[in-house]
């Protein structure tokens, strides 16, 4: 059994990482009378992990049961960002108990960044005995060796390492779409933002190989995908760790010129944004114009209390250059009301911000502490009832400029990855501009994965509606 330890989570080392492969030997096919179902929460790379999962379970012969209730096997592949995450989780695994104590071989798991907290596994190990195996984020690849003990020694496996381990290769993976796909490029964070939990939860950067990454997406391109998205914590920080002189831009630059169509990469941190990025993401047209950048208070005083590294002004500047290189690109961005602190001048400077920026498209949030972080020991001086007025006169002005920034496309004509069609209507289809935006339109025959112009005929807060331009 391994535990979580925040104390040894924190510590940040400067070694070299081993690349291995993954194996699977014993357990190959075991379990082909088995079912599954795999309950994901969180971000792209929770969702890609669940991906690797999927594959990993499939190759033990499990398949996959969609109804909880129905399956053999059930694991919840958990985020801890923020305590709404957590509570759906725990949700989840209270509605699991039930069906545990009618099914005595029922096996459910957990796994993701929740199994990497201290307080998760400590009231797992007390109130939910019951659970039979976690696992952890740095050990994603070892689950048959985890859920083979769980079920053969009957009794509770809990497998979490807080220290990194190698990077594995070739783990075997089960893409939800056949035409776009995450490609993980860094793991791990080592900013420590006072609020955030990731460096604990994910350890430290470990950049993959380029060699590796670049076959990776060449094997993507040989299969016909059309667009890849490059994954990581902190991706501007890919390289660091590897490399003297190559790093994301680089990076950015060998894929572009793979020919691929679309080319995105999440989560950027504005204080590793380069100008080689820019200039990369300036010149080549595959690599789409939609950039995240998340910002989390437009006041310097609170970014200083947060741990960000940057000022308001550092930030515009580099908005600024973004918007220069690419002046059709769309900025998403995050936002954190209330944190500690925050007093309404802080809070006008984060809407003066968003007055400036005009947004594509943002996630706003009302602080929550989360345990362990820096800022979690700060007095939370802001009424909840103050953070909620803030919050929705924040997005009242996001959404504005949601909308108004969709009405500038209406009766131009924009290339979309079609990515399905509608259940009720067969001649209706949805997909993302190259800026990322949703469209539902109209066309005949139209085949999904495909990159089509559309004509944009209106405009609605979170989405666009059109027609195909088949002329």
């Not at 190959?28 to 991906?51: A, F, I, P, R, V």
């Not at 059930?74 to 009618?102: D, P, W, Y």
């Not at 793979?258 to 100008?275: A, E, L, N």
């Not at 009832?385 to 949601?402: G, H, P, T």
């Amino acid at each position: 059994m391994h535990l979580p330890s925040y104390k040894e989570a924190k510590k940040r080392e400067k070694k070299p990482y081993q690349t291995k492969d993954y194996q699977l030997e014993e357990s190959l096919n075991k379990y082909h009378n088995k079912t599954y179902c795999l309950k994901t929460y969180g971000c792209q790379m929770n969702e890609h992990d669940s991906e690797n999962i999927k594959a990993m379970l499939e190759e033990m012969g499990f398949k996959e049961e969609e109804d909880y209730e129905k399956a053999d096997l059930i694991l919840l592949n958990t985020c801890s960002i923020r305590e709404n995450a957590h509570n759906k989780a725990f949700g989840m695994l209270g509605r699991v108990k039930h069906l545990k104590e009618q099914r005595k071989d029922l096996i459910v798991g957990l796994c993701g960044c929740m199994a990497q907290e201290e307080g998760v596994v400590a009231e797992i190990r007390e109130k939910y005995k019951w659970l039979n195996f976690v696992f952890g984020t740095h050990n994603l690849y070892d689950l048959p060796t985890v859920l083979e003990k769980a079920i053969t020694e009957e009794r509770q496996a809990i497998e979490v390492y807080s220290t990194d381990l190698d990077i594995i290769e070739n783990t075997p993976v089960v893409r939800d779409k056949t035409y776009k796909a995450y490609v993980n490029i860094i793991y791990g964070c080592n900013k420590f933002c006072t609020y955030c939990i990731v460096p604990y939860t994910r350890g430290s950067e470990r950049s993959r190989k380029k060699e590796d990454i670049l076959k990776e997406i060449d094997n993507l391109i040989e299969k016909g995908y059309q667009e890849v998205t490059l994954l990581g914590q902190n991706v501007n920080a890919y390289g660091k760790d590897l490399y003297e002189n190559y790093g994301l831009g680089e990076l950015l630059e060998d894929i572009a010129n793979k020919k691929i169509p679309r080319i995105r990469f999440v989560t950027s941190h504005p204080w590793d944004f380069t100008d080689r990025m820019i200039e990369v993401i300036g010149k080549y047209e595959n690599i789409m114009p939609s950039v995240h950048l998340p910002v989390q208070s437009g006041s310097s005083s609170i970014l200083k209390k947060m741990g960000r590294r940057y000022s308001k002004e550092s930030y515009l500047e580099l908005f600024d250059k973004l918007k220069k290189v690419r002046p059709n690109i769309a900025i998403s961005t995050d936002i954190i009301v209330g944190f500690p602190g925050e007093s309404e001048e802080d809070f006008q400077d984060t809407l003066d911000l968003v007055e400036y920026c005009k947004y594509d498209n943002a996630f706003t949030f009302i602080y929550s502490p989360r345990e362990n972080t820096p800022a979690a020991k700060l007095k939370d001086d802001v009424l909840l009832e103050e953070k909620e007025k803030r919050l929705y006169r924040l997005n009242e002005i996001v959404n504005k400029y949601f909308k108004d920034n969709n009405e500038k496309l209406v009766g131009k004509i924009e290339n979309v990855l079609v990515e399905g069609t509608s259940p009720k209507k067969k001649e209706m289809y949805f997909g993302y501009t190259e800026t990322n935006k949703l469209v539902n339109f109209t066309g005949k025959d139209i085949k999904v994965g495909t990159i089509i112009p559309v004509k944009i005929t209106d405009a609605k807060t979170w989405s666009l509606d059109g027609e195909y331009n088949d002329k």
